[in-house]
C-alpha cells in the first residue's frame, strides 16, 4: 500500500542532544511538509520541500534542520538548539508542490519527549 | 497575518443529528479551503477540498459549504454515527501567488463526539 511512514512512532530527547526523525513516503510525491501539532494549537509548518534538492522554512524554523536528498525520504533533526522540543511532529507529502489544489497525506506522527 | 479560528469547545451530538463545524479565517480569502480528519494519535487524513468558485461540495454525508463574503466554511455531517467521532481540521493556503506554495495553516480543530 502506498503512504507516508514516519518512525519512530515515540522518541525521548536528552538535553543537548539532536535527534532525527524519518519520513519516507511511496506515492511519488513532490512536495514533502513537517508539521509540529501541540494541544489546543493548529498544526504548525516547520519546512517544506516542493522538490528534492530544495527546502524551505515555515514559521517555525528555527531549532530544527532538513534534508531532502530523495524524492522519497525528509528527514527532520531536532537540534538541540530547540529548547521546547516536546510535541508531535507531522510528517505530509502532496502529488503537486503545494498549490493548495491538491491534499495532503500525513504520516501518523512522531511523539517526541525530553528525558 | 492570516489567522484560522475553530470552535474550541467539543461538539456532543447524538446519533442520527446533523453536526455543524465552524471555520473562520481573516485577511485575504484564499482560493481553496480543505478539511480533514484526525483520529487520537493518529496523522490527520484529507476529507474534502472546495474551491473559491464553489459555493457547496458534497461527498457522502459530508457538506463543506465556502463563502467568500463571511470569510467562513461551514462542515456539516449529516445522519452522524459514532464512528464520526474525532476532531475535524480545517486548512488553507496563505497567499494567493506561487510565493505562497506549500505554506499551509492549519486550524486547531473542532472535537466531535457522536453519542448513541
Known amino acids: 500500500d502506498g503512504g507516508i511512514t514516519q518512525s519512530p512512532k515515540y522518541l525521548f530527547r536528552k538535553e543537548g542532544q539532536n535527534v532525527t526523525l524519518s519520513c519516507e513516503q511511496n506515492?511519488?510525491?513532490?512536495?514533502m511538509y513537517w508539521y509540529r501539532q501541540d494541544p489546543g494549537q493548529g498544526l504548525r509548518l516547520i519546512y517544506y520541500?516542493?522538490?528534492?534538492?530544495?527546502?524551505q522554512k515555515g514559521d517555525i524554523a528555527e531549532g530544527y534542520s532538513v534534508s531532502r536528498e530523495k524524492k522519497e525520504s525528509f528527514p527532520l533533526t531536532v537540534t538541540s538548539a530547540q529548547k521546547n522540543p516536546t510535541a508531535f511532529y507531522l510528517c505530509?507529502?502532496?502529488?503537486?508542490?503545494?498549490?493548495?489544489?491538491?491534499?495532503?497525506?500525513f504520516g501518523d506522527g512522531t511523539r517526541l519527549s525530553i528525558l | 497575518s492570516q489567522k484560522i479560528e475553530q470552535n474550541s469547545e467539543a461538539l456532543n451530538i447524538q446519533e442520527g443529528k446533523t453536526a455543524t463545524l465552524t471555520c473562520n479565517y481573516t485577511?485575504?480569502?484564499?482560493?481553496?479551503l480543505q478539511w480533514y480528519r484526525q483520529d487520537p494519535g493518529r496523522g490527520p487524513v484529507f476529507l474534502l477540498l472546495i474551491r473559491e468558485n464553489e459555493k457547496e461540495k458534497r461527498k457522502e454525508r459530508l457538506k463543506v459549504t465556502f463563502d467568500t463574503t463571511l470569510k467562513q466554511s461551514l462542515f456539516h455531517i449529516t445522519a452522524s454515527q459514532p464512528a464520526d467521532s474525532a476532531t475535524y481540521l480545517c486548512a488553507l493556503k496563505k497567499g494567493r501567488t506561487t510565493d505562497s506554495w506549500g505554506k499551509f495553516q492549519f486550524g486547531a480543530g473542532t472535537q466531535v463526539v457522536v453519542t448513541p
Open positions: 505530509a507529502s502532496s502529488i503537486d508542490q503545494g498549490t493548495g489544489t491538491q491534499p495532503q497525506h
Open positions: 485577511n485575504y480569502s484564499p482560493a481553496y
Open positions: 506515492l511519488n510525491h513532490d512536495a
Open positions: 520541500s516542493q522538490i528534492v534538492n530544495d527546502f
